[in-house]
């Protein structure tokens, strides 16, 4: 079975940094795309960025590209989203997923984690 | 602004078909698949429809997309409570080089 498992809720001051994980487990890691989803609360998803673990090729959002880093260990099947200094802006539930590919472009996120819930006060 | 917008919420009786549009523009929905996902309260979302109008495993023939030019809709026939979730469009957008999300939608039985 193809699961995404995430690190658990954090409580941050502004100015920390974080990093939080995705577990994969169920499929060959290297082979598929991982993305982040930010939700803040009670509004829709935005996508944050995507890495490809074959090769560590990554893509940003474009709001979100210098605010994050994605990264994975292949070794642990693991992805990583980290903030080197976060904002109460950056409070909000973050989602990672399996990208699946058609014809070789991205073509949806079948798989979803749990979600890490980040609280940062000010 | 959002590239893709979506109604806030939509409502129903039991029984009944509910439509719910997402309409994008020529750099997104005119030119690349779009997705649909369920979300129900305090949990993930879930693929729901793929491909425009491919269902996910397990997902009831209930539910269905479609897509028009620059716009695409979900629609959930036979509508029952446990539907009572939000519903959100995907789709990559050429201009901004990334996936884009509706804003989500409400669907209420009543």
């Known amino acids: 079975e193809v699961q995404l498992v995430q690190s658990g809720a954090e409580v941050k001051k502004a100015g920390e940094p974080l990093r939080i994980s995705c577990k994969a487990s169920?499929?060959?890691?290297?082979?598929?795309?991982i993305a982040w989803v930010r939700q803040m609360p009670g509004k829709g998803l935005e996508w944050m960025g995507i890495?490809?673990?074959?090769?560590?090729?990554?893509r940003y959002s474009l709001s979100f590209e210098g605010q994050v880093a994605i990264s994975v260990d292949t070794s642990t099947t693991t992805a990583y989203l980290q903030w080197n200094s976060l904002q109460s802006s950056d409070s909000g539930m973050y989602y990672c997923a399996r990208v699946s590919l058609y014809w070789g472009d991205l073509d949806r996120l079948d798989t979803w984690g749990q979600g890490t819930n980040v609280d940062v006060s000010s | 602004q959002s590239l893709v917008t979506q109604p806030a919420s939509v409502s129903a009786t039991p029984g009944q078909r509910v439509t719910i549009p997402c309409s994008g523009s020529?750099?997104?929905?005119?030119?690349?698949?779009v997705c649909w996902y369920q979300q129900f309260p305090g949990t993930a979302p879930k693929l729901l429809i793929y491909?425009?109008?491919q269902r996910s495993s397990g997902v009831p023939d209930r539910f269905s997309g479609s897509k028009s030019g620059t716009s695409a809709s979900l629609a959930i026939s036979g509508l029952r409570s446990e539907d009572e979730a939000d519903y959100h469009c995907a789709v990559w957008d050429d201009s901004v080089r990334g996936w884009v999300f509706g804003g989500g939608t409400k669907v209420t039985v009543l």
């Open positions: 169920g499929y060959t890691f290297t082979s598929y795309w």
């Open positions: 491909r425009n109008d």
């Open positions: 890495i490809y673990p074959g090769d560590t090729e990554t």
């Open positions: 020529s750099s997104n929905i005119g030119i690349h698949f």
